[in-house]
C-alpha cells in the first residue's frame, strides 16, 4: 500500500514536471486533486508553452472519444424519431394538452384567467402548438403575436424570424416586450441564435381555455387508471 501511493507520487510529480495540469493528472492516476496538490505543491507551475502543448495533447486524445459520442447520440435520436412517426389526430390532440398544461397560462385561485397564452423560445415547440391549435379548429386570425426579448439582443431579427416562423408580416405582430439588460447578470442564451420568446394568444379563448382545463384532467384521470 505504501509502495504503490509512493509510486503514484512519484509518477505525479513526472508528471506536473512534463507540464501537465492538475485535472490531467487526476485523470491518469485516478486520484483527489487536494492529493495531487499536495504531492506536487514544490514543483513550479508548468511554462505557459507546456502547458499549451498538454491541452493540443488532450485535445487530439479525447477528439476520436468525442466524435464517436456524438455520432453515436444522433443516432440514438434518429432511431427514436424513426419510433414516433406520423402522429394521429388523437395523439397530437394529447400531446398538445400536455405540452399546454406544462408551458401555457394557466388560472391561479388568486388571480382567476380563462387566457389561452402560450410563450416559448423554442421553435419546434411553438410549430406543434401551432399544429394542435390549428387541429382544434382555431383560425389564426384569432392569434395575436409578440416577441419578448432583451433589449441587447438583435430585436429587428428576432421578430424577422418569428414572423417568417409563424406565417404573419412583422407589422400585424403586437409590440414587442424589451427586457432590460443587467450587464451583472450571466446570460447564457446571447449570440446569433438568441431570439428570445414568442408570445401566442388567442383572442375570445376562456371557452377553449376551460375544455382545456377539462382535457387535462381527463388525461390525469386516465393516466390514474392505468396504475
Known amino acids: 500500500m505504501v509502495q504503490a501511493k509512493r509510486e503514484l507520487q512519484h509518477r505525479a510529480r513526472e508528471l506536473r514536471r512534463a507540464g501537465r495540469t492538475y485535472d490531467e493528472i487526476v485523470a491518469e492516476l485516478g486520484v483527489s486533486k487536494s492529493s495531487v496538490s499536495l504531492w506536487v505543491r514544490d514543483l ?3 511554462e505557459r508553452r507546456a502547458r499549451e502543448h498538454c491541452r493540443a495533447m488532450a485535445e487530439a486524445r479525447w477528439a476520436p472519444v468525442r466524435e464517436a459520442r456524438e455520432l453515436e447520440r444522433r443516432q440514438t435520436k434518429r432511431i427514436a424519431a424513426q419510433e414516433i412517426g406520423a402522429l394521429s389526430d388523437r395523439e397530437l390532440f394529447i400531446a398538445g394538452v400536455a405540452l399546454y398544461w406544462a408551458e401555457g397560462t394557466k388560472s391561479k385561485p388568486h388571480r382567476p384567467s380563462d387566457k389561452v397564452t402560450f410563450v416559448n423560445s423554442d421553435p419546434d415547440v411553438i410549430s406543434l402548438y401551432l399544429a394542435w391549435l390549428r387541429l382544434l379548429g382555431v383560425d389564426q386570425s384569432r ?6 426579448i432583451h433589449e441587447s439582443a438583435d430585436v429587428a431579427g428576432a421578430e424577422r424570424f ?3 416562423h409563424v406565417g404573419p408580416d412583422v407589422g400585424s405582430f403586437g409590440k414587442t416586450t424589451l427586457k432590460k439588460h443587467n450587464p451583472k447578470t450571466v446570460r447564457r442564451n446571447t449570440g446569433e441564435s438568441y431570439r428570445g420568446c414568442l408570445t401566442t394568444r388567442v383572442l375570445a ?23
Do not use: C, K, N, Q
Not at 205 to 227: H, K, M, N, P, Q
Open 44 to 46: 513550479p507551475r508548468p
Open 143 to 148: 392569434l395575436r403575436f409578440h416577441v419578448m
Open 162 to 164: 418569428w414572423a417568417d
Open 205 to 227: 379563448g376562456a371557452d377553449l381555455y376551460r375544455r382545456i382545463e377539462g382535457w387535462w384532467y381527463g388525461i390525469v384521470l386516465g393516466a390514474r387508471s392505468t396504475a
